[in-house]
């Protein structure tokens, strides 16, 4: 009894056939998954990402030891439910045997080596999207994009027990858009507001979590302008120059507001209940230059406009800060040296944003030496020299000692200057 026992293990090594699935595999699959048939083997199912029409399935089988060994390759014929032999891919005395190219379907391997023969079986679905993307709405607040998969794999694999029942690979499909590095939206057909005043590209990408994807991408011809603009100076004396660069982006047409000063529109506001209008200029120039003509705070805005056929977008911008305008002022020195060292020679009276000045300068007896008066004054820096005293009386040097002096004038705040003191006059020996 112990010598039947031995045999029968004998002839089952002998005879013995492999069916696994282990030593079949791929280095190109996209993904993979395995069958669900409702019972028997199950097999791994290779997924391979490729366009439509070119089969880009691989398969790679493997003898369970390594060792060289023969191979025969089959497909399954869904209509005679048999494996049928694709001898293109036969190979013999090699360690491991490939086929590449392979369309949608299900293959077996034989593997023969030392006299054994493994069976290894697995199937290969080439997946594929057509994908399709057009701009179909256009406004100034946002635009439309429709994107569409308009044709994809069908992804079955058939019932091998021979009742011919198609098995749906199931799979979870997502879609992202971005423009650049920036992801916009999941949504196959998005609407995207705020748009930019730049021409974009958009790119559509569709993929699944089986690793397929497939991109395409939309041109959008920005319909809309941003407004943007500087400043400068920012702050200064009356009458103050502000020069503004125009730094918008696809804009046809700019209109400039100047508004008046805040201080008048809020005290009006006060006083009447609302303001008639708050708007003290416009300019239609691309980069103004605009005088502040008297003290105050002012804001700026600027619109642009930009037309695309019959639509006309505008976009706003506000300074955000406001120009500061100084407030008048005077004031004198309480001496001067009037000697030639090119350091304090003259008898300047410093001002800011004056709008009109009289100045006279008494000797210690009470008689004028000087006298000048200016209307529409300018700044410090353009009128402040030409109004100063160089120690001059009828062109001989004044005497050494002490002098007085008056200043009268209305600043640009409307502020009256009443300013008087007395000041030396120093000379070297």
């Known amino acids: 009894m112990k010598h039947l026992f031995s045999v029968f293990i004998v002839f089952l090594f002998i005879g013995y056939v492999a069916e696994c699935s282990a030593q079949i595999t791929t280095i190109t699959a996209s993904g993979q998954t395995m069958t669900n048939y409702p019972s028997g083997d199950q097999y791994l199912i290779y997924i391979f990402c490729g366009q439509q029409g070119v089969p880009s399935g691989s398969l790679t089988a493997q003898f369970s030891t390594g060792e060289t060994a023969d191979f025969e390759w089959f497909q399954y014929n869904s209509q005679t439910g048999l494996f049928e032999a694709r001898a293109e891919f036969d190979q013999s005395a090699v360690v491991a045997s490939t086929a590449p190219g392979l369309e949608d379907g299900c293959y077996r391997v034989k593997v023969t080596a030392g006299g054994q023969t493994e069976t290894y079986t697995a199937w290969v679905l080439n997946s594929w999207y057509v994908l399709s993307a057009e701009i179909s709405e256009v406004t100034c607040d946002y635009f439309r994009i429709t994107g569409e998969i308009t044709d994809q794999a069908v992804l079955e694999y058939t019932d091998l027990a021979g009742a011919g029942t198609d098995f749906p690979v199931q799979k979870i499909v997502q879609a992202r858009w971005e423009s650049g590095s920036e992801a916009l939206s999941t949504l196959l057909s998005p609407t995207i507001y705020y748009p930019p005043s730049s021409n974009t590209t958009y790119e559509l990408t569709v993929y699944d979590d089986l ?99 019959e639509l006309v977008c505008h976009d706003t911008l506000y300074l955000d800060y406001y120009i500061k305008v100084d407030t008048s002022y005077i004031d004198a020195p309480n001496f001067f040296t009037p000697n030639g060292d090119g350091t304090n020679d003259k008898f300047k009276v410093y001002f800011s944003s004056m709008k009109s000045i009289d100045i006279k300068i008494f000797n210690r007896w009470g008689k004028r030496v000087y006298g000048v008066s200016r209307n529409n004054l300018g700044t410090f820096n353009s009128d402040g020299e030409e109004l100063a005293w160089d120690g001059r009386i009828g062109g001989r040097m004044a005497s050494p000692g002490v002098y007085y002096y008056v200043v009268e004038g209305r600043g640009r705040d409307d502020r009256k200057w009443h300013k008087s003191g007395f000041f030396h006059l120093f000379r070297s020996k």
């Open 211 to 309: 690793g397929c994807s497939a991109t395409t991408s939309v041109y959008y011809e920005s319909v809309v302008p941003k407004a943007d603009f500087t400043a400068s100076p920012e702050s200064g004396e009356a009458p103050l120059e502000v020069s503004f660069s125009n730094q918008s982006q696809n804009a046809d047409e700019y209109e400039w507001f100047f508004f008046r000063d805040i201080a008048e529109i809020r005290a009006e506001a006060a006083s009447e209940g609302s303001v008639a209008d708050s708007i003290m200029d416009v300019a239609l120039d691309v980069n103004p230059i605009y005088t502040y003509e008297n003290s105050g705070e002012y804001k700026v805005k600027m619109v642009a406009t930009k037309q695309s056929g």
